[in-house]
């Protein structure tokens, strides 16, 4: 066991401000149980907390750090950018410069707009669907995360599923009305829905990889399936690329899957660990944005300088040519010895992997939509976790989520990784 005693003393502490002692409910480990450690710095694969433990960190913050923590070449930009001042509210070169690059990763992203989070760019992307084509309802996917903005947080997996509720107290019944929730990779429903509810869907939003139920993958065809049925009934295609932007590939899910939504909502790698989130595509659709048009959306540190720097120096490391074979052949590996030490374990669990993305779910049915990620022994997980967490291994605290490889883990940091995760397999 770690000596944890001023992570346990915080803790406490920060319960009597922040509800839980958190500021986002997944890092109060209530799904896993015990305490979590208190961070204070992070390099590389590493993080630090405040009892001197040292984690290989397989959170990752949550997808933004895809070159491990404190990279050399933003962190020297940011320490340049903030002798500039931190916020202008004001127009900036840097948000030309940002665009330009994100355009150049995603050409369907003809115009965009920087926000401050996921959520925000999400929420303003269905804002703007919704008066392009002048209808209400939604369709999103069960065990779909698309932040937590109302008419999205209906079946919304991830931080929620942990908690096992469908949807959120103070979400007004009118609005999750208006949001209708088909299961992932299931064509037949979607057609379904569309035809009992003629010419009233404006979008469909879905995570072109599914990585907030735990890794799912799409199955062939489904996401071609969206943009057929999207194209023929006036629908807009909305990719929800928060995740899978810059992670799967530099252009995103919808360059390896050669799919064009009409909207991309990006954020996390996006801001190279600030707050960042953007939303565009389709030109005469992001017209419509005040000041251009009438669809209201503003935001007081939207393209923040220091935000922006971050996300430019980040976007320009994963420019360089073999980034992403180099990720992607780290990744497989690492997937393959988690699935010889699952087998040598007799544990009832499988991988599920989108490059480097990967939850491995405790069950042995295939996990295809929300419904079979739930078929998992959670309990099984929470002990895997624990045999982790105590073996220097932080990993992400939830059967739901998604465990994330970074550019900085190394072939060392992944063998002494493989060899806790089977130590820990073997006592569950
Ligand atoms: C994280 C996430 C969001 C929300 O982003 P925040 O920055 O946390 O608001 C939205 N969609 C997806 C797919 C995400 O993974």
């Known amino acids: 066991m770690k000596d944890m005693t ?74 340049k950018a903030v002798d500039n001042g931190t916020s202008f509210g004001a127009a900036t070169e840097l948000e030309i410069i940002m665009a330009r690059l994100v355009n150049r990763a995603f050409p369907s992203m003809e115009m965009l707009r920087f926000v401050s ?9 269905i804002r703007l669907a919704r008066a392009f084509t002048n209808r209400d309802m939604i369709l999103k996917f069960d065990g779909g995360y698309h932040g937590h903005s109302d008419s999205l947080l209906v079946k919304a997996g991830s931080g929620v599923a942990t908690f096992g509720l469908p949807d959120s107290p103070g979400v007004p019944a009118s609005f999750a009305r208006e949001t209708v929730v088909a299961p992932y990779n299931n064509l037949p429903a979607v057609t379904a829905m569309f035809k009992a509810n003629p010419g009233r869907i404006a979008a469909i939003i879905v995570e072109p990889v599914a990585a ?68 565009g595509g389709r030109r005469d659709i992001m017209q419509m944005i005040s000041p251009l048009g009438p669809v209201y959306q503003a935001g007081t540190l939207s393209g923040n300088p220091l935000a922006m720097t971050a996300g430019i120096e980040t976007i320009k490391e994963l420019s360089q040519s073999g980034i992403y074979e180099e990720l992607e052949t780290k990744s497989y590996e690492f997937g393959l010895k988690l699935n010889e030490e699952i087998k040598k374990s007799g544990v009832k669990a499988r991988v599920n992997r989108a490059g480097s993305l ?35 291994i932080y990993w992400p605290p939830s059967q739901f989520e998604a465990a994330f490889l970074s550019l900085a883990h190394t072939d060392a940091d992944l063998e002494i990784a493989l060899k806790a995760i089977g130590e820990s397999l073997a006592v569950i």
């Not at 001197?52 to 930009?77: K, M, Q, R």
């Open 358 to 392: 990967l939850t491995i779910f405790f069950t042995d049915q295939p996990v295809t939509d929300y419904a079979s990620a739930r078929k998992s022994d959670t309990v099984a997980f929470a002990k895997f976790f624990q045999g982790l967490l105590s073996r220097g």
């Open 117 to 125: 989070s996921g959520t925000e760019a999400t929420m303003s992307a």
């Open 212 to 279: 907030n139920m735990g890794v799912v993958n799409p199955a062939p065809g489904f996401l071609k399936g969206l943009r057929d049925i999207t194209e023929s009934s006036g629908a807009l295609l909305i990719f929800d690329e928060v995740i899978s932007g810059f992670r799967l590939d530099f252009g995103g899910a919808q360059a390896l899957f050669g799919i064009k939504p009409d909207l991309t909502c990006l954020g996390k790698i996006i801001g190279g660990g600030l707050p960042v989130g953007a939303y």
């Open 6 to 79: 001023n992570s346990r003393r915080l803790l406490i502490e920060a319960q009597q401000f922040l509800p839980g002692g958190v500021d986002s409910p997944v890092r109060a480990f209530k799904a896993v149980g015990g305490f979590p450690p208190f961070m204070v710095r992070g390099k590389g694969s590493r993080l630090f907390d405040v009892d001197g433990n040292e984690y290989i960190d397989f959170v990752c913050s949550w997808g933004p750090l895809i070159l491990g923590h404190s990279p050399p070449t933003v962190n020297a930009a940011l320490k």
